[in-house]
């Protein structure tokens, strides 16, 4: 069932068999596996149904690394999570994304890819997409044509290149919030409380347990539940908070004693080169225009269901000890249309002028936000113009330039971080502060995959350029980002080297387990939902047979007290 927690009485305390905190693509994968069952679940969403501003609000924190996205628009604060803004983009991470490479400092997973196939087969149906199939060929020969055709850089000598051809799966997108809610509302076994924010986990005396889960509601009441399990699945951000607030037995906060939660902070980096041109435009753009590809769909407009992107071989990120990437083309006037956009979800998003200052935003950023609105939006209207044009007709005889844009696999860095500020939030608790940081291998190898790329399909005649070359330039000046929050509580077989083990369980606290991508010990170049959902449903294998067995288990005998 769905509640509102602000109608919870207050002080009341829930006992269920699994708290799930956060209702993103994790927790409410974990939650749908769980439906119908004999387990009392309850999963606590910090947002509603809907977006809401000052929900969003309560997300406010503060940028002190490179240049970022405002914490407050950084993620969607309601059910559904990030999967309500997601683009849809889906495949598994490549071998070299699990394995341990010596260019690649903390690389290496401790699961076997191998052994997250089956997952990865089973995200499908969570994020409706097509068969489990991500070979070239197999997609090629069912809507290839005269306008979906593959970039050629795969026939070097001894017919394979530096560079290969990636296709991603597009998901319509599920909006996981909007398309299960109904099924969770459903579920006796499932209690679901809106509205309900974790503001901290109590544990037992030595902190190997977690007892209890504070939650407190905006002008409302606060409860607690317990449970015998715990996830959380809030984010690669508010996971590493939540910890570092759960301090009144550790003091450097839950899962902390080797001072690794919210290290690694990542986010995927992209870069863009100068401007280039397609030779055969009308051939190539529709399966890697990444904007074009995201236009269509917003408009419901006919689209492949695959996207494709350029890549470095396994054997050139050896050779030249590059990080995995992907790289597609952007139209030159996306960025424009996407600033527009933002100006408008800014406008929506501002919490009213009285509450400003309550929620983390000042008067005077408020007030800015509210000047800068209008002319961000009127600048941009020759590009957002032209990009529902072209979304809509997509004229094959009209010429454009676009960039290459680089996502880069980030180099994991335990200087990028996330830690406490010494601002609080309107229950007292200390805002997040972000020091988002690249190292200079990040920069190099960005640098040196786009020199390559671009000297290959220059050589092969399928680009021109415009003005000089200037590929490192061009990198160095302009970082951009992907919204995924990702590495912050880090998986690993040690204790010294993860904050999580290999089934996501805090080391050191027997019944607490940590989802979504903030696990991730290296990122790979691929878009994180499958991989989440794949980790979820693997971890709810794991919670679902432990919970079980113990259930079964016969209780302990009895054992006399010493007289």
Known sequence: MLRDARHVLNGTHID?????????????????????????????????LEVDGISQALYAGRNVGLPYERLTTARSRYLGGSTNCWGGFSRPLEPTDFAERPWMPGSGWPIPRDTMMSYYERSHDVLGLGPFEYDNDYWMERI????????????????????????????????????????????????????ANVTGLDTNASATAVERVQVRTLDGPGFTVGARLFVLGCGG?????????????????????????????????RFKTSPIRLTRQG???????????????????????????????????????????????????????????????????????????????????????????GPRILRSLPQLAHALFDSTIDPGWLPRRFTLETVLEPVPNPDSRVTLDHATDP???????????????????????????REDLLRRGLITVEGEENTAEATMADVGWCWHHMGTTRMHDSPRHGVVDPDGRVHGVGNLYVAGSSVFPTMGADHPTMTIVALALRMTDRILALLQDERNSPPAPAVAASL
């Open 16 to 48: 269920c068999d699994l708290c799930v905190i956060g209702g993103g693509a994790a927790g409410l994968t974990i939650a749908r596996e769980l439906a119908g069952g004999s387990l009392s679940v309850v999963l606590l969403e910090g947002g509603g």
């Open 144 to 195: 290839g044509g005269t306008k979906t055709e593959l970039i050629p850089v795969e026939t070097g000598s001894g017919g394979s290149g530096a560079f290969e051809n990636r296709v991603a799966q597009l998901s319509p997108p599920i909006r996981m919030g909007e398309a299960y809610r109904a099924e969770i509302g459903r579920a006796a076994n499932i209690t679901a409380f809106l509205n």
């Open 237 to 269: 951000i508010e996971n590493a908070r939540i910890l570092l607030l759960s301090n009144k037995v550790q003091a450097a906060g839950l899962g902390n004693g080797n001072d690794l939660v919210g290290r690694y902070f990542a986010d995927h980096p």
């Open 283 to 373: 051939h190539h753009r529709r399966l890697y225009d990444v904007s074009l590809c995201l236009a269509r769909r917003r408009l419901r407009r006919p689209h492949p269901s695959i996207a494709l992107a350029l890549s470095p071989t396994a054997d050139l990120q050896e050779s030249h000890g590059l990080p995995n990437s992907r790289t597609y083309l952007v139209a030159s006037y996306h960025s424009g249309a996407l600033d527009a956009f933002k100006a408008m979800r800014d406008l929506r998003l501002l919490p009213s002028r009285h509450r400003c200052r309550r929620f983390g935003v000042s008067e005077d950023e408020a007030a800015s936000l509210l000047r800068n609105a």
């Open 427 to 453: 229950f007292g608790r200390n805002l997040p502060k972000v020091d988002w940081r690249l190292t200079d291998q990040d920069r190099r190898g960005a640098t040196e995959t786009q020199r390559l790329l």
